[in-house]
């Protein structure tokens, strides 16, 4: 209960004492990731399912619900759920395909069929909208109230509600009958076989209501930018779910989360400062998977390893440009001589 309190007053209390849209940006696009990065976690944490295609159900459930409140006006603080209900009925379909097998063979199919939505953006862009994508305007819907949803403040309240509401359903989820046999499924799916429980069924349920909350998030990206385009079923929105559900941990519920604003720290305040930002993730991602397999959230020391990972950004990036080209230089040459001197003595 202190975890999500803790959520709730990381989420409401900032705006009150700051009124910078950037910050209303940064923490719109941190809530979006949580619930997509939770909703992933209910297949690789809960169920051991390796998706790379999870980006296909948020994308859908959001062009979904752009096309529904562009022509039938649909009050916005309701489009998340319909968001969700087309990602389930997508989920419905493509998961009695990817389901009939898990581990390596799941993770090709979801791949595939990441990839086959992907280009389908191109091959019918009278619903993908083509190369612009799907485009909406928040305000013009019902207002709710005195709302019109127009100002980022009125809409990154929209945002953290429906985030702290997505992350009480799930982990109400995790605590059910059906994420424990998901657990079985993951550890042993012989043995839950053999007790009279299919794997494949617990497979297709959890995935199921996976993209259901990965539609939620797909619609909360889309009233946060008001756009929804090729990206965002792309295979580098799938990889975001992962490398946040990796860098927190997948074994604990709160781990997204945590690697969801480290994620959202390097694409946002560490890119306002450097073209180098994904180096700096990939390494940061290296060191976590290297030194805390269980993620960062099952380290007694997270904000230890948060500072680490600010202090070399900062350090890297003062001595970019004077000190590394030139050290890099000099690695490359000793390696170079350190492997033909190698080679020469096996030679010997």
């Known amino acids: 209960m202190l975890k999500f309190i803790a959520l709730i007053a990381a989420l409401a209390l900032p705006p009150l004492f700051f009124d910078q849209s950037w910050l209303l940006a940064y923490l719109a696009q941190t809530a979006t990731l949580i619930v997509f990065a939770l909703s992933y976690n209910l297949l690789l944490g809960e169920t051991g399912l390796l998706s790379f295609g999870h980006a296909v159900y948020s994308g859908l459930g959001a062009f979904a619900a752009a096309h529904v409140f562009n022509r039938y006006g649909v009050p916005l603080p309701l489009l998340p759920m319909i968001g969700g209900i087309a990602a389930l009925l997508a989920a419905v379909l493509l998961g009695a395909i990817s389901t009939q097998r898990g581990g390596t063979t799941f993770a090709m199919i979801t791949l595939g069929i990441g990839e086959l939505v992907a280009a389908s953006v191109w091959l019918v862009p009278g619903w993908f909208g083509g190369e612009g994508g799907v485009t909406i305007d928040r305000a013009s819907g019902p207002m709710l109230f005195a709302w019109t949803f127009g100002p980022l403040r009125e809409a990154y309240a929209l945002i953290a509600c429906w985030c702290v509401v997505s992350c009480l359903a799930m982990f109400a989820v995790s605590r059910t009958p059906m994420c424990r046999l998901a657990n079985a499924v993951r550890d042993n799916p012989a043995r839950a076989a053999a007790i009279g429980f299919a794997p494949r069924r617990v497979r297709f349920t959890m995935l199921c209501v996976s993209a259901f909350f990965a539609g939620i998030a797909g619609v909360l990206s889309l009233v946060n930018v008001e756009l929804v385009s090729s990206e965002s079923v792309g295979l580098a929105r799938s990889t975001s779910a992962l490398v946040a559900t990796v860098i927190g941990g997948a074994g604990s519920f709160f781990g997204p989360v945590i690697g969801a604003v480290m994620l959202t720290f390097f694409s946002t305040a560490v890119a306002s ?71 020469t003595r096996r030679a010997i």
């Open 273 to 343: 400062v450097s073209a180098a930002w994904p180096m700096y993730l990939g390494l940061f991602f290296v060191w976590v998977v290297v030194a805390s397999p269980s993620g960062l959230f099952a380290r007694k020391n997270v904000l230890k390893s948060v500072a680490i990972s600010v202090l070399a950004v900062v350090i890297v990036e003062t001595l970019y440009g004077r000190v590394l080209p030139y050290g890099a230089w000099f690695i490359a040459l000793g390696c170079a001589l350190f492997l033909a001197w190698h080679r």
